[in-house]
């Protein structure tokens, strides 16, 4: 396989920042003893501080990286757009007001699926609308500006709820649910997102021939036995079920989506199957070492997940346009 | 053999016929010209036969099941898109993707995609950046995916547009090849001189209607391109095989 080297070089890197995040905590304990306590059968403090902490943390990072690497890909693939990605063209704020109207209105009290189910809506709501008035013919600039219509409204909306709410602790929460954190997570989050991401996931990874198809237009990809309706209806199904669930345990992540493809494009020749694979390790490799990051730089401050991968995407995203203007002219 | 049949073919834009009651056979061995002026239904006639618009009446294609039809017919659309930057050989080798999984190139889709390449003179090309080389070159990579899918069936949009005389010339002759190996193949072209040349057979559209259809002579006589082009033709016989060209416009 050509690309075995990036397959190991990217889970190496994956599973070494695992590692890390495992180990990087306000409790200042050892290396070997945070490691060892993983393993312990005795319960004690520091097991504690492993499994209900630092473990469901880290792996809410791996999936969350997952699904924003492979939504971006998919998505990217799918629009022939470089510029596509879940959070800027309002897939992560749909998702998060679909989660804080569940929150809000009590639905995700009154039974545990209420929550990921409502941030799967309003995901959904989001892609078909980007399919709709952006769609593959669209080009850049359609697609930009309905991500940021959709994106404003959703984000106006989610503050709206959390403005109107009765609940003190409101305007707080808005900034959790706009930028996204992966603190205080615990298992019980893993457990309720993981379905729907799994779901998710298939769907998307099943897409790799259709994508390469798409290069050549949907015309040729059509007449090379691709079914687009079913293809299409893959895509928003599965961005939705693993932008959605990710939404509703982690907030709105930008940037992963858009940062991740970019990236790797070079290393698997530009080839949409092959970064999807690449994108859904990468993102998962980029998620870890931000929240790392957002731990490490700023320990009592509870830094936003969110606002790192905007600091280190925007610029990025800028650079894209500008190379995407003068790809145009 | 035939290889496709259109029965009353019609395709409406609206309440408006942009393809008008189209009968068409393609034999094997056929390489077929369609001919007409901009607007006159060529591309729907093509896109309506494989079924990528709605039609009414009947095209042999649709009678396939959609799962085999890419094993039956390769498609050229006129908009040669290359979405991302990918090397040659790999946008060629994506015309095995009906062939099943393209993640394990077998020594058939190496050796359909090898013969491929060098059909279109593209040798030293394939670790080439497909979307950094000229339009030209562009068109035959895409020719060349086309003939990866190895179909006995190839309809192709415009294809010989922006190509310089020598390769307009030589993917004239790589159809007339395929064609005299037993293919089928369909070609909507402007130069009118370049089909009277190589193709075995013409198609004369004009408004949705085909207007002649048949040997070069019998198509492109004087009554049928003034009539339908609008311009006054020279059409002879030479050592060098058929001359046609245009002279002027009628008034």
């Given at each position: 396989?050509?690309?075995?080297?990036?397959?190991?070089?990217?889970?190496?890197?994956?599973?070494?920042?695992?590692?890390?995040?495992?180990?990087?905590?306000?409790?200042n304990?050892?290396?070997?003893?945070?490691?060892?306590?993983?393993?312990?059968?005795?319960?004690?403090?520091?097991?504690?501080?492993?499994?209900?902490?630092?473990?469901?943390?880290?792996?809410?990072?791996?999936?969350?990286?997952v699904?924003?690497?492979?939504?971006?890909?998919?998505?990217?693939?799918?629009?022939?757009?470089?510029?596509?990605?879940?959070?800027?063209?309002?897939?992560?704020?749909?998702?998060?007001?679909?989660?804080?109207?569940?929150?809000?209105?009590?639905?995700?009290?009154?039974?545990?699926?209420?929550?990921?189910?409502?941030?799967?809506?309003?995901?959904?709501?989001?892609?078909?609308?980007?399919?709709?008035?952006?769609?593959?013919?669209?080009?850049?600039?359609?697609?930009?500006?309905?991500?940021?219509?959709?994106?404003?409204?959703?984000?106006?909306?989610?503050?709206?709820?959390?403005?109107?709410?009765?609940?003190?602790?409101?305007?707080?929460?808005?900034?959790?649910?706009?930028?996204?954190?992966?603190?205080?997570?615990?298992?019980?989050?893993v457990?309720?997102?993981?379905?729907?991401?799994?779901?998710?996931?298939?769907?998307?990874?099943?897409?790799?021939?259709?994508?390469?198809?798409?290069?050549?237009?949907?015309?040729?990809?059509?007449?090379?036995?691709?079914?687009?309706?079913?293809?299409r209806?893959?895509?928003?199904?599965?961005?939705?079920?693993?932008?959605?669930?990710?939404?509703?345990?982690?907030?709105?992540?930008?940037?992963?989506?858009?940062?991740?493809?970019?990236?790797?494009?070079?290393?698997?020749?530009?080839?949409?199957?092959?970064?999807?694979?690449?994108?859904?390790?990468?993102?998962a490799?980029?998620?870890?070492?931000?929240?790392?990051?957002?731990?490490?730089?700023?320990?009592?401050?509870?830094?936003?997940?969110?606002?790192?991968?905007?600091?280190?995407?925007?610029?990025?995203?800028?650079?894209?346009?500008?190379?995407?203007?003068r790809?145009?002219? | 053999?035939t290889?496709?049949s259109?029965?009353?073919?019609?395709?409406?834009?609206?309440?408006?016929?942009?393809?008008?009651?189209?009968?068409?056979?393609?034999?094997?061995?056929?390489?077929?010209?369609?001919?007409?002026?901009?607007?006159?239904?060529?591309?729907t006639?093509?896109?309506?036969?494989?079924?990528?618009?709605?039609?009414?009446?009947a095209?042999?294609?649709?009678?396939?099941?959609?799962?085999?039809?890419?094993?039956?017919?390769?498609?050229?659309?006129?908009?040669?898109?290359?979405?991302?930057?990918?090397?040659?050989?790999?946008?060629?080798?994506?015309?095995?993707?009906?062939?099943?999984?393209?993640?394990?190139?077998?020594?058939?889709?190496?050796?359909?995609?090898?013969?491929?390449?060098?059909?279109?003179?593209?040798?030293?090309?394939?670790?080439?950046?497909?979307?950094?080389l000229s339009?030209?070159?562009?068109?035959?990579?895409?020719?060349?995916?086309?003939?990866?899918?190895?179909t006995?069936?190839?309809?192709a949009?415009?294809?010989?547009?922006?190509?310089?005389?020598?390769?307009?010339?030589?993917?004239?002759?790589?159809?007339?090849?395929?064609?005299?190996?037993?293919?089928?193949i369909?070609?909507?072209?402007?130069?009118?001189?370049?089909?009277?040349?190589?193709?075995?057979?013409?198609?004369l559209?004009?408004q949705?209607?085909?207007?002649?259809?048949?040997?070069?002579?019998?198509?492109?006589?004087?009554?049928?391109?003034?009539?339908?082009?609008?311009?006054?033709?020279?059409?002879?016989?030479?050592?060098?095989g058929?001359?046609?060209?245009?002279?002027?416009?009628?008034?």
């Amino acid at each position: 396989m050509r690309y075995l080297r990036l397959f190991i070089i990217l889970c190496t890197l994956t599973s070494v920042l695992f590692i890390a995040s495992l180990l990087v905590g306000p409790a200042n304990v050892g290396v070997f003893d945070s490691l060892a306590a993983l393993w312990s059968d005795d319960t004690n403090p520091l097991q504690l501080v492993m499994y209900e902490i630092r473990l469901p943390r880290a792996i809410l990072a791996v999936m969350a990286g997952v699904s924003l690497g492979l939504s971006g890909a998919a998505l990217q693939g799918y629009l022939r757009n470089p510029l596509a990605e879940p959070g800027l063209i309002g897939v992560s704020s749909s998702a998060a007001l679909g989660a804080v109207i569940a929150l809000q209105t009590g639905i995700a009290a009154q039974f545990a699926l209420g929550l990921p189910l409502a941030a799967l809506s309003g995901a959904v709501v989001a892609v078909v609308l980007i399919l709709f008035l952006a769609g593959p013919r669209g080009g850049s600039l359609t697609l930009i500006l309905a991500g940021i219509a959709i994106s404003a409204l959703a984000g106006a909306l989610t503050s709206l709820v959390l403005n109107l709410s009765p609940n003190p602790f409101a305007v707080s929460e808005i900034v959790f649910w706009m930028m996204g954190s992966l603190t205080d997570r615990s298992m019980i989050h893993v457990t309720l997102a993981l379905p729907f991401m799994i779901l998710g996931w298939v769907m998307l990874a099943g897409l790799g021939r259709s994508m390469d198809a798409l290069t050549l237009g949907e015309d040729a990809a059509e007449s090379m036995g691709i079914h687009l309706t079913r293809v299409r209806w893959q895509l928003i199904i599965g961005v939705a079920a693993s932008v959605g669930a990710m939404t509703a345990v982690a907030g709105a992540i930008g940037f992963v989506g858009l940062v991740v493809p970019h990236i790797l494009r070079r290393f698997v020749g530009s080839r949409p199957s092959h970064l999807l694979w690449a994108s859904a390790i990468g993102g998962a490799a980029t998620v870890l070492a931000a929240d790392i990051a957002v731990r490490l730089i700023l320990p009592d401050r509870d830094l936003k997940l969110g606002v790192v991968m905007a600091i280190i995407g925007a610029p990025l995203f800028l650079h894209l346009i500008y190379q995407n203007r003068r790809d145009v002219v | 053999m035939t290889l496709m049949s259109l029965d009353r073919l019609t395709v409406l834009r609206g309440e408006c016929p942009v393809v008008d009651d189209v009968n068409l056979t393609v034999e094997k061995g056929d390489f077929i010209g369609l001919l007409g002026p901009n607007g006159a239904g060529k591309t729907t006639l093509m896109r309506g036969a494989l079924g990528l618009v709605k039609t009414t009446g009947a095209s042999s294609i649709l009678d396939i099941k959609p799962a085999a039809r890419a094993h039956h017919v390769a498609w050229l659309p006129q908009s040669r898109e290359i979405a991302w930057p990918i090397d040659v050989e790999t946008i060629v080798s994506l015309g095995r993707i009906p062939h099943g999984s393209q993640k394990l190139i077998t020594n058939t889709d190496r050796a359909v995609v090898d013969r491929a390449i060098k059909r279109l003179d593209l040798t030293g090309f394939e670790h080439r950046i497909a979307t950094r080389l000229s339009g030209g070159e562009q068109a035959r990579v895409l020719i060349a995916r086309a003939l990866a899918q190895d179909t006995p069936l190839i309809l192709a949009d415009e294809v010989t547009a922006g190509l310089d005389p020598a390769h307009q010339i030589s993917v004239m002759q790589i159809f007339q090849n395929l064609a005299a190996e037993g293919k089928g193949i369909v070609a909507s072209i402007h130069d009118l001189g370049l089909a009277a040349r190589h193709c075995t057979r013409l198609v004369l559209m004009h408004q949705g209607k085909l207007v002649a259809d048949g040997a070069p002579t019998d198509v492109l006589t004087p009554e049928n391109v003034k009539q339908v082009f609008g311009v006054e033709s020279y059409f002879v016989q030479t050592d060098h095989g058929p001359i046609f060209q245009p002279v002027g416009i009628v008034r």
